[in-house]
């Protein structure tokens, strides 16, 4: 089954500077990759999503990029707000969706 | 985005006693829903997947005795943990998709925090 893997863990950084996370996917097949944000006790929120036709996409201060040959896609968020801080968590998905272990980003002001 | 909700938002039950929980599509009819537990800290797990009117598929590991899955309407999925325990303790979240295809988007609902005495 597909396989996703999230880096860093643990992300930390100025307001106003750039955050990126990275995920990596096992199964090719895969065409779909959602990204989550989940503030503390709330469901997680979609906040941007890539299918594999596309190799990048932006919506405001946020991008994701997708490299399929590589089989990794990324997140960045540009001129990062406190408001930006929470756990975010990559997916990828085939017949159903798998997750990444979350990154939990600090913005601090 | 679409709207999902869930019903209740917290609930403390004591051991033995079984708990149920409603997931709700509020502005489309989802085809397929979707249960995830989620531990403190730790990423989301699909426990199983629902399609309207059938039975539903259930992830490896996960009792489907133990949790009872019922997909009755478009709109509507509930998941009740039998004769709970504390190690049922978890935040159970549900997501609902518009179609029954692969790679559809999910929205997820607010969760719902358990807690078994």
């Known amino acids: 089954g597909e396989n996703v893997e999230q880096h860093p863990s643990t992300l930390s950084v100025q307001e106003g500077d750039s955050a990126v996370i990275k995920c990596t996917y096992s199964?090719?097949?895969?065409?779909?990759f959602p990204w989550y944000k989940q503030e503390l006790g709330k469901g997680p929120q979609l906040i941007i999503d890539i299918r594999s036709n596309v190799g990048e996409k932006k919506d405001q201060r946020i991008a994701v990029t997708l490299n399929k040959t590589a089989k990794h896609f990324s997140l960045h968020i540009t001129e990062t707000q406190p408001e930006d801080s929470a756990v975010y968590f990559c997916?990828?998905?085939?017949?159903?969706?798998?997750f990444g272990a979350g990154t939990r980003l600090t913005v601090k002001p | 985005g679409a709207v999902v909700s869930q019903h209740p938002s917290r609930v403390i039950c004591k051991s033995g006693t079984s708990v149920k929980i409603e997931c709700r599509s509020l502005?489309?009819?989802?085809?397929?829903m979707f249960w995830y537990r989620q531990f403190p800290k730790q990423s989301l797990m699909l426990m199983a997947t629902s399609n309207e009117g059938s039975k539903a598929t259930y992830e490896q590991g996960v009792e489907k005795d133990k949790f009872l899955i019922n997909h009755a309407s478009l709109t509507l999925s509930t998941l009740t943990v039998t004769s709970a325990h504390p190690e049922d303790s978890s935040f159970y979240i549900c997501?609902?998709?518009?179609?029954?295809?692969?790679?559809?988007?999910?929205?997820f609902g607010p969760g719902t925090r358990l807690l078994v005495l």
């Open positions: 502005d489309f009819q989802a085809t397929t």
């Open positions: 997501s609902a998709q518009w179609g029954g295809s692969p790679g559809e988007t999910q929205y």
């Open positions: 199964d090719s097949a895969s065409n779909y």
């Open positions: 997916a990828a998905s085939i017949n159903d969706m798998r």
